[in-house]
């Protein structure tokens, strides 16, 4: 399904398989790839591919999304009306459909992120208890 | 997300579904392009970059089911898919499809009747106004260990007076009436009911009122409540009908009111209704128990708490009258106990041999499917490759065994609606709330929630097993398409099924056995060739007891003369028909106070009676002409005479029977024993006495002949008209339907899981032929190897029937034990035997064995038949 990068990922791989058993580290995992393609296109609309090389960019190589996740991601948010598309031309001019924020996709982008800090913090000090 | 865009993105879906497919594709294979370009700059060759960008998208149909997968609406379309594509494909194997429905609308057919019966019978409310607070009031005879016996008038009376937990109490006497008027003269059946009647039954009636307290009162002027169909038959349903008199019992009777449609009181058959009359100037103490009483519980009253005041008044009245009342106390029943609690035992046993039948019919086509899923497993495979997940899968595969079942289900229903009918058709008339039974909603309700369970039920083990395919394997030509797994599962189905079957037939075999020790039961007299009939005087016309007399001395010598008949002679009630006169009596060497004294049965007899029953005369003489009004002389039975005189000769001997008033009676005979009650059961003593004694004003002519006694039917009835034109004569049938009916039920249940019995053995053997023919087939392969290395023709058919009658072994074992759990809830439904009787068992299981053999045996020489050859070649 969903592939990830590398030996330390390995983990979140297996869980997000057996998503259809455990709906919570699903919405978890799927919360965080959504994060990202929000991120990603907070800056400037693109296209499907475009999606997953910027990902790749900012988490500076940890994530590679794979279609097989990217599009139904992608397709998703947009029923959500997080984003929407439109078809254009590609920087070597071809025919490709990029996908864009709207209001609500920023609203969006912006409670995530906070929780996600949140999140990360509670999790970060947790580790660093003794 | 938002409802409104939620609903948007289901609109879009459903109506531009190809658009946004075609986009998708379009979105998917620009993708593609881009990657394989940016791989180009990377520094490959454009072969390798796209070869490369493919890799990495993985499978373009894969990624477009799982954004189809994500989108909204999803399930709805699925599930059409899956339907569109479950029905083609059944559509496809039409004789598989076939089989399938006709196992399952049988076992779905089975338990969808006896389901209405149940619902008609044990879960309907009863037809009066808030039921559950509605209760039978018994007297109990702690001596005679009745527990439910009539009641005595002045004990009613007594608790009406004094119990403060009932809110009204009211009595009914059965008894007949001779209808003249609206046609030809008739025998009803009427209800004699005290005023409340009605009113603790919360059932007024439909036209006109009910009965007043002063019309309990005697002198009053006669007034009759028709029943709905009385009304419609006799007297055309015309309203004007009310206020009107009619004819009855040689009396005028003003009709005051008609009860709707269905109303009844623990008798079907009354067809009218008439004040019980309670003259304060008798003493009910010198009478005997003959009412039925019911109440209606106060309101927040319980059943226990009424039970313990009633408890209380009757140890009042068995201290205030112990001569009448000692050892007799009252119990009080709920309405709906007393009117299904007897039958409740045969409907759940019935219900669980349907459910039994059920589990074999799925079991059976669970085996079908995963015969077929063997056999698509190609196409299961390539689902797989083109993206299908395995819930996709599992769900694609319930859909279709769902469908199979419900379309097992619409064809049960209508077995169902059929059986229902003949069931109520042949059902004896003593099974309560017959005429109750119909498929309503919560019928149709239960049958689609069986259908939809049975789907799943027999569809899941298949489904998981066949969605897992091995894709190398299945797509490759020629793949042999079992597995071991497969082929476990398959053997647990058979043993399942042969076990279950067994249980179902030992159930069946036993009330056969149990029926037929009833039927050899000795009734004590002759039933072939004797006629029956029953004729009531009015006591309007008849009042004197010497008229009375007299008309059955004379209607007695009239039948004897006619041409065919052999003798004839009359008793107050017959044989096996439920009813008795029963009173104590005493010897006159030794008086009991007659609370201690033992109870015999009393039968007013004519002279010709024992000769035409059939019943030998043992000791002393029979009763003759000059055996009249005045005569002491009683004939005893011989359980009497084994009871009460060991040892000694009866005859000559004295008896006091209570009656009013009690005379000493002179014992001139002794006659054998009859089976009075049932033929279940051991007969009680009896005193006869000569009719001209005790004159009832009805009597039962009993009429044997040398020729077919139907044929008589119409010579007897004239010759009771040429006595009494206006007189009817009722329930003219033979002696053999008499002692038939007494065992109606037994018959009815013996036959209906008899029935059952034999759907389950017909589907257990077609599946466990179908799972051998199968495997043997499966097996051509290996047959052929073993053959062509010299393995003969004994070999192999001692190596496929062996490994079928194993799984037979252990489905018998299974069933033998479980059987030995599961019949002891049958243990009151059996007569003569016990439910784990042994040679029930043992004749089952091998019958069933060498069922198992046959549908073992013919596939396993198909087997042997094989040309080694082609078996190797076989593919």
């Known amino acids: 399904m969903t592939v990830y990068r590398s030996g330390d990922t390995l983990l979140l791989q297996i869980i997000y398989m057996s998503n259809s058993e455990d709906e919570f580290t699903a919405d978890l995992l799927q919360g965080t790839l959504d994060l990202l393609v929000l991120k990603a296109l907070s800056a400037q609309p693109l296209h499907g591919l475009g999606v997953s090389t910027r990902i790749n960019q900012i988490t500076k190589g940890t994530f590679d999304v794979k279609p097989g996740s990217l599009f139904p991601a992608l397709h998703r948010m947009e029923e959500a009306g997080w984003l929407k598309s439109e078809w254009g031309e590609s920087e070597n001019n071809r025919r490709a459909k990029f996908y864009s924020l709207t209001k609500a996709g920023r609203r969006q982008l912006e409670t995530e992120t906070e929780d996600w800090q949140r999140i990360s913090l509670a999790i970060g000090s947790a580790l660093r208890a003794t | ?875």
Request: with cysteine.
């Open chain 2, 1 to 875: 997300m938002s409802l409104f865009s939620k609903a948007g993105s289901l609109l879009r879906n459903t109506v531009r579904k190809r658009q946004i497919d075609r986009e998708l594709t379009e979105e998917l294979s620009s993708y593609i392009e881009l990657l394989t370009e940016k791989k180009m700059k990377q520094g490959m060759n454009e072969r390798d970059a796209r070869r490369a960008a493919m890799v990495e998208v993985g499978g373009v149909e894969q990624v477009k089911e799982e954004v189809r997968a994500g989108r909204t609406g999803v399930a709805l379309e699925t599930f059409f898919q899956d339907v569109r594509y479950g029905l083609r494909s059944l559509r496809k194997k039409p004789g598989f499809t076939l089989t399938a429905v006709i196992a399952l609308a049988l076992g779905i057919g089975a338990n969808s009747a006896i389901f209405s019966v149940i619902n008609g019978v044990l879960l309907r409310s009863l037809a009066y106004r808030d039921p559950a607070s509605i209760v039978m009031v018994w007297e109990r005879s702690l001596r005679g260990g009745r527990s439910q016996n009539s009641v005595s008038p002045a004990n009613f009376l007594d608790w009406k007076k004094q119990s403060s937990s009932l809110e009204q109490i009211a009595a009914s006497w059965d008894t007949r009436a001779n209808l003249t008027s609206g046609g030809e003269p008739e025998e009803i059946q009427v209800q004699k009911v005290s005023a409340d009647f009605f009113s603790v039954l919360g059932v007024p009636p439909e036209l006109g009122r009910s009965f007043v307290r002063q019309e309990e009162m005697p002198g009053t002027e006669p007034a009759v409540i028709l029943g709905h169909d009385l009304w419609q038959s006799r007297f055309a349903g015309r309203p004007a009908i009310v206020g009107q008199t009619v004819t009855m019992s040689g009396r005028n009777w003003t009709v005051i009111g008609v009860m709707p449609p269905g109303f009844h009181f623990l008798n079907t058959q009354i067809k009218a209704w008439m004040p019980l009359q309670f003259d304060p100037a008798t003493d009910w103490r010198k009478s005997g128990r003959f009412l039925r009483s019911v109440a209606r519980l106060k309101p927040g009253v319980t059943v226990q708490q009424a039970q313990a005041e009633l408890d209380a008044i009757g140890k009042q009245l068995e201290m205030a009258y112990p001569d009448y009342n000692k050892g007799w106390g009252v119990n009080i029943v709920p309405m709906h106990e007393q009117i299904v609690g007897d039958i409740r035992p045969v409907l759940l046993v019935l219900l669980a041999a349907v459910a039994f039948v059920l589990l074999i019919a799925c079991a059976n086509v669970a085996n079908l499917l995963l015969s077929r899923a063997a056999s698509r497993q190609k196409e299961l495979a390539l689902r797989a490759a083109l993206g299908a997940s395995r819930p996709r899968l599992v769900r694609q595969m319930l859909t279709e065994s769902v469908l199979l079942a419900i379309m097992g289900g619409a064809l049960g229903i209508l077995l169902a609606y059929w059986s229902i009918h003949a069931l109520i058709a042949f059902a004896p008339d003593n099974i309560p709330r017959l005429n109750e039974i119909t498929i309503d909603p919560r019928v149709l309700l239960f049958t689609f929630g069986i259908s939809l369970l049975t789907g799943l039920i027999f569809g899941l083990v298949p489904a998981l097993q066949s969605s897992r395919p091995d894709l190398n394997d299945a797509l490759k030509e020629g793949a042999r398409g079992s597995r071991s797994g497969n082929r476990v599962v398959r053997n647990l189905f058979v043993v399942a099924e042969m076990a279950l079957a067994l249980v179902l037939l030992i159930g069946a075999g036993l009330m056969l056995r149990s029926f037929s020790q009833l039927h050899q039961v000795k009734t004590g007299f002759e039933t072939e060739n004797v006629l029956t009939m029953r004729v009531q005087l009015p006591l309007a016309k008849y009042g004197q007891p010497q008229q009375r007399a007299e008309f059955f001395k004379r209607a007695e010598e009239r039948l004897a003369a006619l041409p065919g008949v052999k003798s004839v002679g009359a008793i107050s009630y017959l044989p096996l028909t439920g009813l008795a006169t029963s009173t104590s009596f005493n010897l006159a060497t030794k008086p009991l106070p007659p609370s201690e004294s033992p109870a015999t049965e009393v039968r007013p007899i004519t002279p010709g009676y024992f000769t035409a029953m059939g019943i030998p005369l043992v000791k002393g003489r029979a009763f003759e002409e000059r055996d009249g009004a005045d005569s002491r002389v009683v004939i005893i039975n011989e359980t009497l005479a084994r009871k009460f005189f060991p040892g000694q000769d009866p005859i000559g001997q004295q008896l006091i029977v209570r009656w009013e008033p009690d005379f000493v009676d002179e014992i001139i005979g002794v006659v054998g024993d009859i089976k009075e009650t049932a033929l279940e059961q051991a007969p009680n003593p009896a005193v006869y006495w000569p009719h001209p004694r005790e004159p009832y004003q009805f009597m039962n002519f009993v009429i044997r002949s040398a020729i077919d006694p139907a044929s008589l039917s119409a010579a007897a009835t004239r010759e009771i008209h040429a006595l009494d034109p206006d007189q009817p004569v009722a329930d003219i049938r033979t002696l053999d339907q008499v002692v038939a009916k007494s065992i109606a039920r037994p018959r009815f249940n013996t036959l209906l899981l008899a029935i059952f019995a034999g759907v389950a053995l017909v589907l257990a053997s077609v599946g466990i032929y179908g799972v051998m023919n199968y495997s043997a087939t499966q097996r051509t392969h290996e047959v052929g190897i073993r053959m062509a290395l010299g393995a003969t023709r004994a070999d192999i058919m001692r190596l496929v029937v062996g490994n079928g009658m194993l799984l037979t072994l252990i489905g018998i074992g299974i069933g033998v034990a479980a059987s030995l759990m599961l019949t002891r809830v049958m243990a009151s439904l059996l007569f003569g035997i016990t439910a784990t009787d042994v040679p029930t068992f043992l004749a089952v299981s091998l019958v069933l064995a060498a069922i198992a053999l046959i549908a073992n045996y013919i596939p396993a020489r198909r087997a042997t038949r094989v040309n080694p050859i082609i078996a190797l070649r076989y593919e």
